[in-house]
C-alpha cells in the first residue's frame, strides 16, 4: 500500500494543507455523501513518511471495520476514491493561487447568466492583478486573456463594437508579444537539447519551422510605428536568433545590454529563463573553443547571484550551479572572489552535499594556486555523488599528479581512469568521448616530458589543437604545459 498513487500524492501535503483536505473530504459537495474521514484518519497516523511496515490495506481495513472479514476490493475502491478527491483538493488550490484561472473561469460562467454588472466587476479586479504583474510570458498571457474577455463583454452583453475594438487590438498586441516570448522558449529549448542528444528529425523539422519565420519584419513594422512594447519585441527577437543564428554574436550582445539595462522590468521567472539563456549561450561558445566567453559566463554568473533569481531553492544553491560558478571564476583567475564564493556558498548547499563539495571547491582552488599536496589532500576527502564527482576529482588529481612529477604513479593513473570512464554505462558518450581524449593526451605528455623530442611534442600540440571533442578548459592546461616543455627542449639546446 505505501507504494500506490494515493500515498505518493499525500507525501506531498504540508501539516496546514493536512487539514485542509480532512475540511475538503468532510464536503458533501465534494464527497458525494461518502464519509472518507476516518480513512484518512487512519492515513494521516502514517505522515509524512508513509514507511511503516504496518501501512497495509488489511491493517487499515481492520482499524475502519472492526470484526469484520477483510475485502480488498473494497479497500482497493475506497483508496481509488479519496485518490479522485486528493486530485480535486490540488485543482482547488491551483485555483485559489492562479487568480487568472479564476477571473477566466468565473467570466465564463457571469457571461452565461449575463450578469453584466458582476463580470464588469470581475474585469477590473483582474486588470489590477495584471497592472501589478512585470513583463514576461505570465504577464502577456494574461493581458491577453483579459482583453479577449473585455471584448466578448461588449460585444456580447453590450452589443458595442465600436468599444470592442480597442480591446481587440490590445488583445493582438499581448498575443504577439507573448507568441515572440514563447517562441524563443521553444526554440532554445530544441537549441540545447538538440545539441546535447545530436538532434532528431523531429527537432530538426521544428527548428527549422522557425528558422522560416520572418519575425524582424513584426519587429520592424513595431519600432516604425513606435508601439510602446517595440523595445520588447526587439528583445525577443534577438533571444530568438541567438540559437537560430549563434554565429552572429551580436544578437547575443544586444539582448545581454537590453537585459543589464532593464532586468526589473521582467517578472522573476522570466528573469532567471534569461540568465540561462545567456549562460547556455556562453557555454556553448566556450565547448567551441571560444575563451572570451570564460569572463562573460563569469559576469553573467555574478548577476545570477546579485539578482537570487534561478540560485536558490527553497535557501538552497543547486549543487551543479554551485560548481559552474566556482570552476568559472577560478578559470578567469578571479581567485579572492572564489575563496569569498566558497566561504559564503557553501552553508547554502543542500547539508548532504556541503561537506563533498567544500572539498572539491578546495581542491580546485588549491590547484590554481599550485599548491597542489593540497589540491590532493582536499580531493582525497571529496565522498561522490554522482558519477561528474568521479570524473572531475579524477582529472584534478591527474593534473595534480603530472605538476608534481609522480610519473610512475600517474601513469598507473591514467591507465586506470581511462578503464574506468571505457566501462562506465552511467557516463554519456559525448562526455566520456572528451574525458578518454583528455587522458590519452596526458599520457603523449608524460612521454614527451621524459624524451624531450621536439617533434613529438609538436605532433602532440597539433594533435590538440584540432581535437573538437576536447573539453576547453582541458586544452588550455595542455597549452600551457606544451609551452613549458617547448621552452625547456630550448634551453638544453
Not at 179 to 204: C, E, T
Not at 350 to 379: C, Q, S, W
Request: hydrophobic share 40%; net charge positive; aromatic share 14%.
Amino acid at each position: 500500500m505505501k507504494e500506490i498513487r494515493l500515498i505518493e500524492t499525500l507525501k506531498t501535503f504540508s501539516k496546514s494543507e493536512w487539514k485542509q483536505f480532512e475540511k475538503f473530504a468532510a464536503s458533501p459537495f465534494f464527497n458525494n455523501g461518502r464519509n472518507y474521514i476516518p480513512f484518512i484518519k487512519q492515513l494521516q497516523k502514517f505522515y509524512p513518511e508513509f514507511d511503516n511496515d504496518k501501512l497495509t490495506y488489511e491493517y487499515i481495513h481492520k482499524k475502519l471495520y472492526p470484526g469484520k472479514k477483510f475485502n480488498k476490493q473494497m479497500m482497493w475502491n475506497l483508496a481509488s476514491e479519496l485518490e479522485k478527491l486528493s486530485k480535486e483538493f490540488m485543482l482547488q488550490l491551483g485555483l485559489k493561487e492562479n487568480k487568472l484561472e479564476r477571473f477566466r473561469i468565473l467570466f465564463g460562467e457571469l457571461l452565461k447568466r449575463k450578469l453584466d454588472k458582476q463580470n464588469l466587476k470581475e474585469i477590473e479586479t483582474a486588470e489590477k492583478l495584471l497592472d501589478a504583474k512585470k513583463t514576461g510570458p505570465d504577464h502577456f498571457y494574461s493581458g491577453w486573456v483579459i482583453e479577449e474577455s473585455k471584448t466578448e463583454y461588449w460585444i456580447t452583453i453590450k452589443g458595442r463594437q465600436d468599444i470592442a475594438l480597442i480591446n481587440i487590438v490590445k488583445g493582438v498586441e499581448y498575443f504577439i508579444q507573448k507568441m515572440f516570448a514563447d517562441i524563443a522558449v521553444q526554440v532554445w529549448d530544441l537549441h540545447v537539447f538538440g545539441r546535447m542528444y545530436n538532434s532528431s528529425p523531429g527537432s530538426k523539422t521544428a527548428y527549422g519551422f522557425f528558422t522560416k519565420l520572418d519575425l524582424e519584419k513584426i519587429v520592424i513594422h513595431a519600432e516604425e510605428n513606435n508601439f510602446s512594447f517595440a523595445p520588447v519585441l526587439r528583445f525577443y527577437y534577438n533571444k530568438i536568433m541567438s540559437a537560430v543564428d549563434e554565429d552572429n554574436e551580436m544578437y547575443f550582445f544586444e539582448m545581454k545590454k537590453f537585459f543589464e539595462a532593464n532586468s526589473d522590468l521582467f517578472d522573476i521567472m522570466e528573469q532567471k529563463n534569461i540568465l540561462i539563456t545567456l549562460a547556455n549561450y556562453c557555454a556553448n561558445k566556450m565547448r567551441l573553443g571560444n575563451e572570451f566567453y570564460f569572463k562573460e559566463l563569469f559576469e553573467i554568473n555574478k548577476m545570477r547571484l546579485e539578482k537570487r533569481t534561478d540560485t536558490f531553492l527553497n535557501g538552497r544553491i543547486n549543487k551543479a550551479l554551485y560548481h559552474q560558478v566556482l570552476r568559472n571564476a577560478l578559470a578567469v583567475n578571479e581567485i579572492k572572489w572564489g575563496e569569498d564564493f566558497i566561504k559564503e556558498y557553501t552553508p547554502k548547499l543542500n547539508p548532504e552535499f556541503r561537506k563533498p563539495m567544500e572539498a572539491l571547491a578546495l581542491g580546485y582552488l588549491n590547484f590554481v594556486k599550485k599548491d597542489y599536496r593540497k589540491t590532493l589532500y582536499h580531493i582525497n576527502r571529496v565522498e561522490f555523488i554522482d558519477i561528474r564527482d568521479k570524473l572531475h576529482t579524477r582529472i584534478l588529481s591527474a593534473k595534480s599528479y603530472y605538476e608534481l612529477r609522480e610519473t610512475e604513479l600517474l601513469l598507473h593513473y591514467i591507465d586506470s581512469s581511462k578503464h574506468f570512464i571505457s566501462g562506465n554505462e552511467a557516463i554519456e558518450e559525448e562526455t566520456r568521448e572528451a574525458y578518454l581524449k583528455f587522458f590519452k593526451y596526458l599520457e603523449r605528455l608524460v612521454h614527451c616530458s621524459e624524451s624531450n623530442e621536439s617533434n613529438t611534442l609538436e605532433k602532440l600540440k597539433e594533435n590538440i589543437g584540432e581535437d573538437k571533442a576536447l573539453r576547453l578548459r582541458h586544452g588550455s592546461w595542455f597549452g600551457e604545459k606544451i609551452e613549458e616543455l617547448e621552452t625547456a627542449v630550448k634551453k638544453e639546446k
